[in-house]
């Protein structure tokens, strides 16, 4: 049951043309959402990659490609995806796992 909130993902583009760099972000896609337990092999994973794995959220699966490096905005606050994990729920439906790290501003 994907009822832990909403959450808004974007996909970000960078202006390597301004100095300092500018991200613009623009919406995919606005989904209900359900808090999942961080386990520790994808917290060592992410840390093996030099990440930090905050938040794993499940939400159904969508004709608009959530990517790694797309943003993840839930509450205000916004999260880099870290990983995509494209999976089935219990009852065999799409759904899609996201492994977040909190965005430090940029």
Aim: glycine share 6%.
């Amino acid at each position: 049951m994907l009822d832990s909130g909403i959450c808004i993902i974007y996909a970000a583009t960078w202006d390597e043309t301004s100095i300092p760099k500018k991200r613009t972000l623009e919406q995919k896609a606005k989904l209900c959402f359900e808090e999942r337990t961080v386990g520790i092999t994808r917290n060592y994973e992410a840390a093996r990659n030099g990440r930090h794995a905050d938040r794993l959220i499940r939400v159904w699966r969508t004709a608009a490609r959530i990517r790694v490096n797309d943003i993840c905005e839930i509450g205000g606050v916004q999260y880099h995806i870290i990983q995509v994990q494209y999976t089935t729920d219990a009852d065999g439906l799409l759904v899609t796992d996201l492994t977040l790290e909190e965005n430090d501003g940029q």
